[in-house]
Nanobody
Framework: QLQLVESGGGSVQSGGSLRLSCAAAGTVYSSNVRAWYRQVPGKERELVARTSEGKTNYADSVKGRFTISGDNAKWYLQMNNLKPEDTARYYC??????????????WGHGTQVTVSS
């Protein structure tokens, strides 16, 4: 069983930076998808950034400001030029494709990011 633990959240002013970390207890392969999502109360969880086998994708709202990096055991989300609309609870995620094509999703408990104007 894979466990994910996020850290690094906090409160910053608009324009500030934070770096979130996600540590994996268990095996994550390069073929697995590693991602960051965020969620605000009352809204659906949304994809922020994802990476797999050297390919990385970002939500349009964070392109040029956020960077996902790291390795299969620990990865990061560097967040620069933060805006109040980035305020959310951030979750790290791993997707493993099982034999037969079914996907298994693993989630951390999240870390809160609050950006004040």
């Amino acid at each position: 069983q894979l466990q994910l633990v996020e850290s690094g959240g906090g409160s910053v002013q608009s324009g500030g930076s934070l770096r979130l970390s996600c540590a994996a207890a268990g095996t994550v392969y390069s073929s697995n998808v590693r991602a960051w999502y965020r969620q605000v109360p009352g809204k659906e969880r949304e994809l922020v950034a994802r990476t797999s086998e050297g390919k990385t994708n970002y939500a349009d709202s964070v392109k040029g400001r956020f960077t996902i990096s790291g390795d299969n055991a620990k990865w990061y989300l560097q967040m620069n030029n933060l805006k109040p609309e980035d305020t959310a609870r951030y979750y790290c995620n791993v997707v493993k494709t099982q034999i037969g094509g079914a996907e298994a999703n693993y989630w951390g408990h999240g870390t809160q990011v609050t950006v004040s104007s």
